[in-house]
């Protein structure tokens, strides 16, 4: 069982984003905008123009989606070896 290192999971994180981006860029800017920017809810709202609600829910459903794809590229590297 090997172990990622940080750089190897910080090139999965950004391969995950950039998918994410591809299909939902607000959802990709709310994770840009909390993870990095270290904003909170109302502030990411307020500069995507959107409710504190939606903003809820958008982060909700992207941090699920990001587990699950972080999950398949790490059983993807898995089978490659």
């Given at each position: 069982?090997?172990?990622?290192?940080?750089?190897?999971?910080?090139?999965?994180?950004?391969?995950?984003?950039?998918?994410?981006?591809?299909?939902?860029?607000?959802?990709?800017?709310?994770?840009?905008?909390?993870?990095?920017?270290?904003?909170?809810?109302?502030?990411?709202?307020?500069?995507?123009?959107?409710?504190?609600?939606?903003i809820e829910?958008?982060?909700?459903?992207?941090?699920?989606?990001?587990?699950?794809?972080?999950?398949?590229?790490?059983?993807?590297?898995?089978d490659d070896?």
């Amino acid at each position: 069982f090997l172990i990622a290192s940080p750089a190897e999971d910080m090139l999965a994180f950004d391969d995950a984003l950039r998918k994410l981006e591809a299909e939902d860029e607000r959802k990709a800017r709310l994770v840009m905008l909390r993870v990095f920017a270290g904003l909170d809810q109302a502030q990411v709202a307020e500069i995507l123009g959107v409710t504190e609600r939606t903003i809820e829910r958008d982060w909700k459903f992207t941090k699920a989606w990001l587990k699950r794809e972080l999950l398949d590229q790490a059983g993807d590297e898995e089978d490659d070896r």
